[in-house]
């Protein structure tokens, strides 16, 4: 059962525009969610986090719009620049506790020059 | 800070063998993670082990198995090889667990693993 998806396994952006990438949950446990980025032959890397206290963090470029009624959150990149091209995956976990990070299955963004 | 680093970085066995898996954390770091990474299945969660217990575990049959050790290093071990087992094998690693910012994991580049 995939806790966390990512239903767009691909996105293309033109430079300059805003990238909107996806993610739905299904544990209402669920209270804090990260971003990883991904590069080819690297280990991702930390993005931007938002806790369910929140609906929205911003750090940057980068956004997070969180919906904990829909169980929906959202990561804006604005403006996108081809070095963003790369594997995003979204992650969730439950506090209160030793709880595993769980991740979706990413989505491959490709920033167009 | 040294990042997280894994040895091997490719391997190649066969089928029924096993094979033993190195990941060395962020110094200060406890928590050591492992991930399976396969196309289309995202990041699956193995396990997690902080102060040398297993603390998490994944849906994993028990041919995957893992320690750590004192000084935080932890390896993973599979054995009698499937086909299947063909992946990214990714450890990452996060401080004290009692933060939220624990969460944010800090991944070395990966153990490409194929088996034939």
């Known amino acids: 059962d995939q806790q966390v998806k990512q239903n767009s396994p691909s996105l293309s952006v033109q430079e300059g525009r805003i990238s909107i990438l996806n993610c739905d949950y299904t544990?209402?446990?669920?209270?804090?969610f990260l971003w990883y980025k991904k590069y080819p032959a690297e280990g991702p890397t930390f993005l931007i986090s938002i806790s369910s206290i929140k609906d929205k963090n911003e750090d940057g470029r980068f956004t997070v719009f969180l919906n904990k009624s829909a169980k929906h959150l959202s990561l804006h990149i604005v403006p996108s620049q081809p070095g963003d091209s790369a594997v995003y995956f979204c992650?969730?976990?439950?506090?209160?506790?030793?709880?595993?990070?769980?991740f979706g299955t990413g989505t491959k963004l490709q920033v167009i020059p | 800070k040294a990042g997280v680093t894994q040895t091997p970085r490719y391997l190649i066995k066969t089928r029924g063998q096993q094979v033993t898996l190195s990941c060395s954390p962020i110094s200060g770091h406890r928590s050591v993670s492992w991930y399976q990474q396969t196309p289309g299945q995202g990041l699956q969660f193995l396990f997690e082990?902080?102060?040398?217990?297993?603390?998490n575990k994944g849906n994993f049959p028990g041919r995957f198995s893992g320690r750590q050790f004192s000084n935080s290093r932890s390896e993973m071990n599979v054995s009698t090889l499937e086909l299947g087992d063909s992946a990214l094998y990714l450890c990452?690693?996060?401080?004290?667990?009692?933060?939220?910012?624990?969460?944010?994991?800090?991944f070395g580049p990966g153990t490409r693993l194929t088996v034939t």
């Open positions: 990452a690693s996060s401080p004290d667990g009692d933060r939220l910012s624990s969460y944010e994991q800090y």
């Open positions: 544990n209402s446990m669920f209270d804090y």
């Open positions: 082990y902080f102060s040398e217990t297993q603390r």
């Open positions: 992650a969730a976990s439950a506090s209160g506790g030793y709880q595993k990070v769980t």
